[in-house]
C-alpha cells in the first residue's frame, strides 16, 4: 500500500504535467521525438509561429480562402509544397458554374439556384450529399460577384456544357484570377509561402482538435500552431499512381493534367487522424482530349455542339450528351482505349461560336485544317475515314444510322438533346467531314475527404473533427457518381470562403 507522502507526491506530480499543457500536446499527436521541438522548449513556447489559420495548398482553394481570412482580419499562412502558386486551378480551363448572371441575362437564358441544385443533383446520380451541394450552389453567385466586381475579373463567355440544362459555365482565365486573388490576399496581410511542405496535423490528444501542423519550409523543420483551424486545401492526387491504383486502378494509367503537386498530401493527413473519405468509388477521366494531351488547351467539349462519338469499328457505342467523365468511361472501354469524335462544317461552326473550352483547337481547325495533326479530315465521310484508317463504309453506315435516328426522336442510344437538355442534335451531313482521334485524361480526382455545408471534415464515425476544414479537389460530396463542367474550380473558390466563414462563426 502507497504511504500518504508518496500518493501526495504521485498526485503534484500529475498536476505539474497537466500544466504543462503545450508539452502534453506536442507528446500525445506524437511530436515529442523531434529533434527541432525539444520537450524543454515545447513547454514554454509551443510552436515556431503561430496563427490563427493555416492554410495547406496556395490553388483556387487556398487562395479563396486566404483571401477571405484577410477580410476578417485574421492571421494566416499558406503553405504551398511547390515553388509555384496556382496549383491545378492555374491549369485548369476556368469554367466557373453558377446562376443569375449577367451574361446569362444577355443570352435571354434564366437560370436559378433550384434548377442549378437540381440539375447537379441529377448529373451525380443523387449519390451527391445535398447539403455540401446547396452551400456550394448558394455560395457559387456570392463568389461570382467576388471575383466580377472586387477582384475586377470577368468571365469571356458563357457555356452550356456537361451536366446542365442551361448554359451556366462562366469561362474565366485561370491564371488571371490566380494572380488577382494572390494580390488581394498579401495585401490584407495574409503570408503566402512557397517551397513550403505540410507533413502531419497537430492534434489535441484529450479533445481531437487540430491545433497545428508540421511542416518543413525552405528545409527547416517547424511546428505551426493553429488557434482557430487548419485549411486543408492541397489537391487532389491525379499524380499520385499508388493512390489510384488503390481506389480505381484503371486510371493509374491514364494521362493526368494536373498540378505538380496533387499529390493527396491533404488527404493522407487528414485520414491519418480518422477522416473518412467520400466518392472515391467515382473516380473518373474526362473525355475530349487528343491523343498525349500536355494543356487543358488540348481538350474539346464538341460532343456538346453535336459531335458523336465512334470507336475504331467505326460505330457509335453511348450517348454523348452524357457527362464528359461517363463519356471517359465508356470509350476507355474501348479498343485500345480510345476513339473518335466525328463532326462536320456545321458542328465545327456551331462550336467555334458557342464552346469556350477548345476554343483554341476548333478555331485553328477552321482556319488551316491541314495543318491541324490531331485530325483528320475530308470532302466526304469516307474520304476522312480513310484517312482516319476506318472501315469508310461502317462509319458512313453509323453516321446515316445516327441522322435517321436524331430526326426520328428515336436514337439507339437514347440522345435527345446536345448536353443534359440543352439544345437540339443536329444531322451529320454538310462537308467537310471531320475524325479526330479522342482520349480521356485525368484533370481531377473529384473526391476525397467527407465534408459537411460548413467545410468542417468528418470522420469515420461520422464525427466533426474540430478545428480541420477542408476546400478544393480533395473533398468529395460534390460531384457524387458524375461532373458538371465548372464545379471544380467552383467548388474551390467557394468552399475556400466558406471553411474561413464557418471558422470566423459568419
Known sequence: MNSGFEISRLIKF??????LSRRNLLKTAGLSSLAFVPLSQASAAGFDKEYDIVIIGAGG???????????????????????????????????????????????????????????????????????VV???????????DF?????????????????????????????????????????????????????RLVTDCASGRVIGVKATINKKNVVLGANKGVILAAGGFSRNPQLLAKFNPIMAKADAIAGAGTQGDGILMA????????????????????????????????????????????KRFTDESQSYKLQGDASLAQTDGYSYQLFDKNILDYDVKNDTQGIEMMTALTNDPAGQKWVYFGETLEEAAKKAGLDPK????????????????NDEFGRKSLTSGFGKPVPIEKGPFYIMPTTAALIGTYCGLKINEKAQVINVFNEVIPALYAAGELTGGVHGAAYMTGTAFGKAICFGRIAVDSIAGK
Open 14 to 19: 500529475k498536476e505539474r504535467n497537466m500544466t
Open 61 to 131: 482553394a487556398g487562395l479563396a480562402a486566404a483571401c477571405r481570412a484577410g477580410e476578417l482580419g485574421l492571421k494566416a499562412i499558406v503553405l504551398e509544397k511547390t515553388g509555384i502558386i496556382g496549383g491545378s486551378s492555374v491549369l485548369c480551363g476556368g469554367q466557373f458554374s453558377t446562376f443569375g448572371t449577367d451574361l446569362q441575362a444577355k443570352k435571354g437564358k434564366k437560370d436559378t439556384a433550384e434548377l442549378f441544385f437540381n440539375d447537379m443533383m441529377k448529373t451525380g446520380k443523387n449519390m451527391n450529399d445535398p447539403k
Open 134 to 144: 446547396k452551400a456550394f450552389v448558394d455560395m457559387s453567385k456570392i463568389q461570382y
Open 147 to 199: 471575383l466580377t466586381k472586387t477582384l475586377n475579373v470577368h468571365p469571356r463567355g458563357v457555356m452550356a456544357a456537361s451536366g446542365m440544362s442551361v448554359p451556366r459555365a462562366h469561362t474565366f482565365n485561370p491564371p488571371e484570377v490566380i494572380k488577382a486573388m494572390t494580390k488581394y490576399a498579401r495585401d490584407k496581410g495574409v503570408e503566402i509561402v512557397l517551397n513550403a511542405s505540410a507533413h
Open 271 to 314: 485520414q491519418a487522424i480518422g477522416a473518412d473519405t467520400l466518392d472515391t468509388t467515382y473516380i473518373k477521366a474526362s473525355y475530349g482530349f487528343k491523343l498525349h494531351p500536355t494543356i487543358i488547351q488540348d481538350m474539346s467539349l464538341i460532343t456538346y455542339s453535336g459531335a458523336i462519338m465512334i470507336n475504331k469499328e467505326g
Open 394 to 409: 461502317a462509319v458512313k453506315e453509323t453516321v446515316e444510322k445516327y441522322n435517321k435516328g436524331i430526326k426520328e426522336s
